[in-house]
């Protein structure tokens, strides 16, 4: 199996900036997908891209994929404090394998 | 609509005793289901899965196992707990079995071993 890596580790902005995560990986993929995860919470899906595509939006999140730089980025636009959680990317072949995410701060 | 349920939600264990830990999924038929487990500040590690009853793939050998007796019912298991399995298990859910889409998880088990 492979797996996402996503950096930075951690992310530290303020509210109302723009907030950049990436991932790469090392295989070919069918999708990628990215998830949020809450303080001792479950994860929740945000976002799927397939392999065929370039970019996706849903609200504030834009996320682009670069199939031949094996890499994607998830971007949150007008970050607030509730954006402020770890973010995992999740490389789709079988099964879903995840990285070790993203922890974003937004402060207020 | 479909709903997932992890229980206990917390879970305080001596070294060397049994664990149960339980997830069933409402609302869906022959769901694709996973354990993982999360370090503290660490990523997710996927355990086991299973595309149905009975059926169950190992990613990592461990002291762990996992049990499918139902369709909508995914149990791991241990006979002897060690520290190292200290940490947070999520069960989760998948609807398309053969393309391994969006998944659902649960609300997790905080497991200390000590």
């Keep these: ?108 | 609509s479909q709903t997932i349920h992890q229980w206990p939600a917390t879970l305080v264990q001596p070294v060397g005793s049994p664990l149960s830990l339980e997830c069933t999924v409402e609302g869906t038929s022959n769901p694709n289901l996973y354990w993982y487990r999360q370090a503290a500040g660490r990523g997710l590690q996927l355990l086991f899965y299973s595309v149905g009853i009975g059926q169950i793939s190992s990613e990592v050998p461990q002291n762990l196992s996992a049990s499918r007796p139902q369709d909508r019912q995914f149990i791991l298991s241990s006979k002897k707990l060690l520290l190292s399995d200290s940490g947070f298990y999520l069960c989760a859910w998948s609807a398309v079995a053969g393309v391994w889409g969006e998944q659902f998880f649960g609300p997790g088990t905080r497991l200390t071993v000590l």
């Excluded at chain 1, 945000?46 to 730089?69: A, F, M, P, Q, Y």
Aim: net charge positive; aromatic share 6%.
């Design chain 1, 1 to 108: 199996s492979q797996q996402g890596e996503e950096d930075p580790q951690a992310l530290s902005i303020q509210e109302g900036e723009n907030a950049t995560m990436n991932c790469s990986y090392k295989t070919s993929i069918n999708n990628l997908q990215w998830y949020r995860q809450n303080s001792g919470r479950g994860l929740v899906h945000l976002i799927l891209i397939r392999s065929n595509e370039r970019e996706k939006h849903s609200g504030r999140l834009r996320v682009t994929l670069d199939t031949s730089k094996k890499s994607s980025s998830l971007l949150i636009t007008a970050s607030r404090a509730a954006d402020t959680a770890s973010y995992f990317c999740a490389t789709q072949n079988t099964p879903l394998v995840f990285g070790k995410g993203t922890r974003l701060s937004v402060i207020a």
